[in-house]
């Protein structure tokens, strides 16, 4: 963890707390919930907690990044797949002490908690497309306050820019069994959905590879054309188990079972099942 992010965890002393509808409450940077206090089996919130800490963990001043995803497409069974560029910037509960006296914020009455998008670079007929989404404070708040992404998209055949409705957040993404609520496991508002902690469990994971990645490396991109996770080194991670209940009933998925790593708090696995409850 980042001694800038450990500070900032210091100075919010462990304040947050769990509000109405699973809201976050008197967080003002860092990580919100001290993780050697939750307790899977007698604490009601240990799973809201255990996501809280998953979303606010440390992001440093934002992303500038290449990503690389693919999927096997279920009818032709061939191997798809989207490569970019993203680049987003955190407008508030900066972590960095010069933003103390502002408790964390970029910019003065600032109501959004970040900013950023995605450029598609391949496959051609996807080339130029550019997203701008904007978080919000109030995404935070309880389920009557909880306030979605803004999320714009310039499409260049149409030559216009389209505003997505929070409604598609939950529609599948190019094709796929997966939203845009999926990404890095859970992408979504906390507050819309129900929180259960299902127990912990040692499992084995990639981590701490040797070997260099996409984006230094093209053919190690884990994907279809890419090589096997067989070859990285893997390790025994504890980790919790967390299951969301989607509170919209428009919702595909009946529920989702995440595996987050309780060092790093970091996504090592997940499994959604439909409204029918199959993987």
Same mark, same amino acid.
């Given at each position: 963890?980042?001694?800038?992010?450990?500070?900032? *965890?210091? $100075?919010?002393?462990?304040?947050?707390?769990?509000?109405?509808?699973?809201?976050?409450?008197?967080?003002?940077?860092?990580?919100?919930?001290?993780?050697?206090?939750?307790?899977? &089996?007698?604490?009601?919130?240990?799973?809201?907690?255990?996501?809280?800490?998953?979303?606010?963990?440390?992001?440093?001043?934002?992303?500038?990044?290449?990503?690389?995803?693919?999927?096997?497409? $279920?009818?032709?069974?061939?191997?798809?797949?989207? $490569?970019?560029?993203? &680049?987003?910037?955190?407008?508030?509960? #900066?972590?960095?002490?010069?933003?103390?006296? *502002?408790?964390?914020?970029?910019?003065?009455?600032?109501?959004?908690?970040?900013?950023?998008? !995605?450029?598609?670079? *391949?496959?051609?007929?996807? %080339?130029?497309?550019?997203?701008?989404?904007?978080?919000?404070?109030?995404?935070?708040?309880?389920?009557?306050?909880?306030?979605?992404?803004?999320?714009?998209?310039?499409?260049?055949?149409?030559? #216009?820019? #389209?505003?997505?409705?929070?409604?598609?957040? *939950?529609?599948?993404?190019?094709?796929?069994?997966?939203?845009?609520?999926?990404?890095?496991?859970?992408?979504?508002?906390?507050?819309?959905?129900?929180?259960?902690?299902?127990?912990?469990?040692?499992?084995?994971?990639?981590?701490?590879?040797?070997?260099?990645?996409?984006?230094?490396?093209?053919?190690?991109?884990?994907?279809?054309?890419?090589?096997?996770?067989?070859?990285? %080194?893997?390790?025994?991670?504890?980790?919790?188990? !967390? $299951?969301?209940?989607?509170?919209?009933?428009?919702?595909?998925?009946?529920?989702?079972?995440?595996?987050?790593? &309780?060092?790093?708090?970091?996504?090592?696995?997940?499994?959604?099942?439909?409204?029918? &409850?199959?993987?």
């Amino acid at each position: 963890m980042s001694p800038t992010y450990q500070a900032a *965890t210091e $100075r919010g002393a462990w304040k947050a707390s769990i509000g109405r509808d699973g809201a976050l409450e008197s967080w003002i940077g860092g990580l919100p919930f001290d993780p050697k206090t939750i307790d899977c &089996k007698g604490d009601p919130h240990a799973a809201l907690k255990i996501i809280w800490n998953f979303k606010k963990g440390w992001n440093g001043s934002g992303g500038d990044a290449e990503w690389y995803y693919s999927y096997w497409d $279920r009818g032709e069974q061939l191997p798809l797949y989207y $490569r970019g560029l993203h &680049k987003s910037i955190m407008l508030a509960r #900066r972590a960095e002490p010069q933003f103390i006296p *502002t408790e964390g914020d970029l910019f003065a009455n600032e109501k959004r908690l970040w900013g950023g998008g !995605i450029t598609v670079l *391949t496959p051609q007929d996807a %080339r130029g497309i550019v997203t701008l989404n904007y978080a919000y404070k109030e995404e935070d708040g309880p389920l009557d306050k909880a306030k979605n992404l803004d999320t714009w998209v310039w499409i260049p055949d149409l030559r #216009r820019v #389209r505003r997505i409705s929070t409604a598609q957040r *939950t529609d599948s993404v190019a094709g796929t069994d997966f939203t845009v609520d999926d990404l890095r496991s859970f992408n979504g508002v906390v507050p819309q959905y129900e929180w259960t902690c299902l127990g912990e469990q040692r499992v084995i994971a990639p981590m701490n590879v040797t070997g260099l990645a996409y984006p230094y490396n093209d053919a190690y991109n884990f994907g279809p054309y890419g090589f096997s996770f067989a070859d990285d %080194r893997w390790e025994v991670r504890d980790a919790w188990i !967390i $299951r969301f209940d989607p509170k919209n009933e428009d919702h595909p998925y009946d529920h989702k079972d995440i595996w987050v790593d &309780k060092e790093i708090y970091e996504p090592l696995f997940s499994a959604a099942y439909d409204r029918k &409850k199959e993987l």
